[in-house]
């Protein structure tokens, strides 16, 4: 790029805020992300090592104790998925600005750091209205169903050894059964809207969500049976030899690709297309609602490539250097290269979101009914049989 | 301290389970039943069963009504008229008979709960209840092509 | 008969009527159409056009002939002095100017430059309208160099009112030809790229091949001019049919595709700025360095009574230019005809059948501005 003849300065305008946009400053940057990814760690700990040992030590382990100590876990990891939202949106509009050769938000905070922030307390006080039409009680239902059905897939996911909040033997049904609920608020958002677009916006969002949770779900069953169990630290302990990527690498790709038509992410993001229906199911919706809304698709952004690296990519599993398994600091570390992989996978959706166009509605739905839900068929029996003989 | 919770749930059961039929608008009443199954699937968990509360939440607290809020969107039909009078009195009669021929057995559980793994629940789907399961996958199937031969009409 | 809304149809009860527009990111500006939706099918489209329309033919007859050329400019403003040219050939037909080899020469490259600009605009939002979010920022960068350069000639960039009755309105700047060449170089290579990520990518392909297929019969029916027109298998192409400028002393070749479909559209586009680029090497070979910009000219403009018509190849088809003067220093009537003014005609037909995603990749191909419609 150093060869092309950029005008002269006169000619070149923006100089807007004193600094000069030409000098952008990688390790500011970094150090601004670092210390998100810090603060995250830090909650993380926090949640699941630092709360239950402080009970424990009070001696408020079981009964009235343990809901208390629960509520404060979840309380936590509700801060928790607010610094991940302030993380994604902030990395996203980077990311997207370092692909489309700009710089991205660089005004408030060190190279744009505090922006999301400024970002929630515009969304704060913006009015929430409701339309005359809407149903008001469905219609402010609907954003916080969707973010409940995404907040409650962290009672499962294992950011450790042992660090769970619920590790139930039907972690994998519990996940199915969150994630079509979180379709569940999409309609329910543009059915309340009393808006001719929002409600085909929310049709063919709940459309494409409900196809693809077929191949999801079959994908999840196929993890289930290679690895025997349907709790996700168990599939977690059963990757400790071999990560299921290249055992399952069809079933694993069937999935990433089943994740970005969930997360409703281009080039699924029929529901979304800016270009196309504004902003389809919640085109009505504005202030807090909303930034539900919002989160709910942030927190999913960070949660799908999360269980991503839970069922393919060995979760926690990482050289230990001689720590003791179990103690805080081992759990620490786990916890970090846990994070580490799901930043991989981040990365690589947000990637693909910068990159590709999207598919139109119907060769979305023929995609998944045509070709995903028989090759997740055929991977599950494949698995099924690999089982067999080799285990 | 789960007789709280079972009370607690069994309580909200009912106020949403009367809400679902006395709701003027369909997608409160479609709401109100999910909430309904979902409650349910609580007390699935009290009993000892976390497989069959998810399967519960997975198929009637979550598809089942996204089903319903599809229907209701393609026929457009918002508003129903509540329940008539005679509707009403047949409920509470069905509620009085079902009091009636449960009564015997209200009381006589001996309060332990033996939790049922997803192992167990699948074990016996396939071995014990293998008969019903295929029935009911062969009436599902049906159901689908039936629906597929419907659409097609309509739109043919 | 009512125009201005779609009556629903007894027995359609399926048929939802609803507005797309004005104000929609999709349009490529104010466009209107009032779509017949049964689900996701189109049955009837009705395009309402107008909300741009800033009376510039009848501004053009209250002000004198070099006071007209800033008005053309903004006609289609994303192609800036190709809108000025064919207003300027029709005065200097009746006048009699002649225009020097330098000058013409120097006209077509900023010719050439705009439709790379043009197209490069049009390329950006295409793809932002399929769902690509990061080729618009390439295309506009390029772009940017492109008006970078017109800037230190002209002194404006979108439109620079810098033709003028007998050549160009000053000399080229003295880095003009070098700042080209090193333009183009660059361009080739970003070309590569944007060949793999538009022409090359399977998303386009599945959102392009067989949509919106215009026939040859119906396109040259319709009057459409243009890429769309060559896209329908008709090698017409003002630059070659009616030369003008500095076109009869260059090489260069019209492409043309039989598919007619939106893929076609895209595709000769692409063509077309290969062949921009093409043009431009051997311009910055030809043109004398030195020598004279502009013709004799008198100083007052006052074309004897009479008309003329004049059309160049715009960047979207055939940009004409009907001047009639009575004798004055100001004309009687100026009528523009915008090309793609006649290209939204075909609109309902393509819309009819084509599901709504297809429509706004329709529009994305038709690459419609609104300055040349709406005037």
Not at chain 3, 322 to 335: A, H, N
């Amino acid at each position: 790029m150093s060869q092309i003849p950029i005008p002269e300065d006169r000619h070149f305008r923006p100089r807007l805020l004193g600094y000069d946009p030409q000098k952008s400053r990688p390790w500011l940057e970094r150090t601004v992300y670092s210390a998100y990814v810090f603060v995250f760690w830090l909650i993380v700990i926090g949640t699941y090592a630092g709360v239950p040992a402080l009970f424990g030590a009070l001696g408020w382990d079981s009964g009235w104790g343990f809901v208390l100590m629960r509520t404060l876990q979840v309380v936590l990891l509700f801060l928790l998925s607010a610094v991940i939202a302030l993380l994604l949106i902030l990395l996203l509009r980077k990311y997207l600005g370092k692909v489309q050769e700009r710089y991205g938000p660089m005004h408030y905070g060190p190279a744009g750091g505090i922006q999301t922030v400024f970002d929630a307390l515009k969304l704060l006080a913006k009015e929430d209205f409701v339309p005359a039409a809407a149903d008001v009680l469905t219609f402010r239902l609907a954003p916080a169903i969707t973010f409940v059905a995404s907040f409650a897939m962290f009672a499962v996911i294992p950011f450790a050894s042992g660090w769970v909040l619920a590790d139930t033997n039907v972690g994998l049904i519990y996940l199915i059964a969150v994630s079509t609920l979180s379709a569940y608020g999409v309609l329910l958002g543009g059915v309340s809207s009393g808006n001719k677009w929002a409600l085909i916006g929310a049709l063919r969002a709940g459309a494409q969500m409900v196809s693809y949770e077929i191949p999801l779900a079959l994908v999840f069953l196929t993890v289930a049976v290679w690895s025997g169990t349907l709790s996700l630290g168990g599939i977690v302990d059963a990757q400790l030899g071999l990560w299921n990527f290249l055992p399952l690498a069809l079933p694993f790709v069937l999935y990433v690709i089943a994740s970005l038509a969930e997360l409703k992410h281009i080039p699924f993001d029929f529901p979304e297309a800016e270009s196309e229906l504004i902003a389809g199911y919640n085109v009505e919706y504005s202030g807090m609602s909303f930034a539900f809304f919002f989160l709910a698709e942030f927190v999913e952004l960070f949660l799908l490539p999360a269980l991503i690296v839970v069922f393919f990519f060995g979760g926690w599993h990482g050289p230990l250097f001689g720590l003791e398994p179990g103690s805080l600091a081992a759990g620490a570390l786990e916890s970090l290269y846990f994070t580490a992989k799901t930043a991989v996978w981040v990365w690589i959706f947000l990637w693909i979101r910068a990159t590709l166009p999207r598919y139109r509605d119907d060769q979305l739905m023929e995609f998944a009914w045509k070709a995903m839900i028989p090759l997740a068929l055929f991977g599950l029996v494949l698995a099924a049989y690999l089982r067999l003989i080799w285990r | 301290m789960s007789l709280t919770a079972f009370y607690a749930l069994a309580a909200f059961v009912l106020v949403f389970a009367i809400l679902a039929v006395t709701t003027a608008s369909m997608v409160r009443a479609a709401l109100s039943l999910a909430i309904t199954f979902f409650l349910i699937a609580g007390l699935y968990l009290l009993l000892g069963s976390p497989a069959l509360a998810a399967i519960q939440f997975m198929v009637n607290a979550s598809a089942i009504p996204i089903m319903t809020l599809f229907i209701i969107m393609m026929t457009q039909s918002r508003t129903s008229a509540g329940p008539r009078s005679w509707q009403i009195a047949a409920g509470l009669l069905a509620a009085a008979a079902a009091l009636v021929f449960f009564k015997g057995n209200v009381g006589h559980g001996d309060g332990q709960i033996t939790p049922v793994s997803p192992e167990t629940l699948g074990v016996n789907l396939l071995q014990a209840a293998l008969l019903p399961f295929e029935v009911a996958s062969v009436l599902l199937l049906l159901a689908m092509v039936g629906a597929i031969v419907l659409a097609r009409r309509r739109a043919g | 008969m009512s125009t201005m809304s779609l009556e629903p149809v007894p027995g359609r009860s399926d048929e939802m009527i609803v507005n797309m527009g004005p104000q929609h990111p999709a349009t490529h500006g104010v466009l209107r159409v009032v779509l017949g939706l049964e689900g996701e099918r189109i049955t009837r489209a009705v395009p309402h056009i107008g909300y741009l329309h800033r009376n510039h033919e009848k501004i053009e007859e209250a002000r004198t002939y070099p006071m007209v050329i800033p008005y053309t400019d903004r006609m289609d403003y994303v192609s800036g002095t190709q809108n000025e040219l064919p207003f300027v050939l029709a005065v200097e037909d009746m006048l009699g100017i002649e225009v020097p080899d330098r000058a013409k020469k120097i006209r077509t490259m900023f010719f050439e430059l705009y439709r790379l600009a043009s197209h490069l605009v049009w390329m950006g939002t295409a793809m932002l309208d399929l769902g690509a979010i990061s080729p618009f920022l390439y295309t506009f960068w390029d772009r940017e160099i492109i008006l970078g350069i017109v800037e230190k000639t002209a002194g404006a960039r979108m439109l620079p009112n810098y033709y003028t009755f007998g050549g160009v309105r000053r000399d080229v700047h003295p880095d003009f030809f070098k700042d080209v060449a090193d333009f183009l170089d660059h361009m080739e290579r970003r070309m590569v790229d944007y060949e793999h990520l538009v022409l090359e990518s399977p998303v386009v392909h599945a959102r392009t091949i067989g949509v919106g297929v215009l026939s040859k019969e119906r396109a040259v029916a319709r009057g459409v001019s243009g890429p769309v027109l060559r896209a329908s298998g008709v090698a017409y192409d003002v630059r070659k049919a009616f030369p003008y400028d500095a076109y009869p002393d260059v090489e260069f070749e019209i492409p043309t595709s039989p598919d007619g479909d939106t893929y076609a559209r895209f595709w000769v586009r692409f063509q077309e700025m290969y062949q921009s680029i093409r043009i431009l090497r051997q311009l910055v070979e030809l043109t004398p360095k030195t020598g004279p910009y502009k013709g004799k000219a008198p100083a007052r403009i006052k074309p004897p009574a009479g008309e003329r018509y004049r059309a160049v190849e715009n960047s979207r088809g055939e940009l004409g230019v009907l001047v009639v003067s009575d004798g004055t220093d100001k004309p009687y009537r100026v009528k523009h005809r915008g090309a793609a003014f006649s290209n939204l005609q075909i609109v309902p037909d393509l819309f009819e059948g084509a599901k709504f995603s297809d429509a706004i990749a329709i529009l994305a191909s038709l690459d419609p501005v609104f300055g040349e419609i709406d005037r």
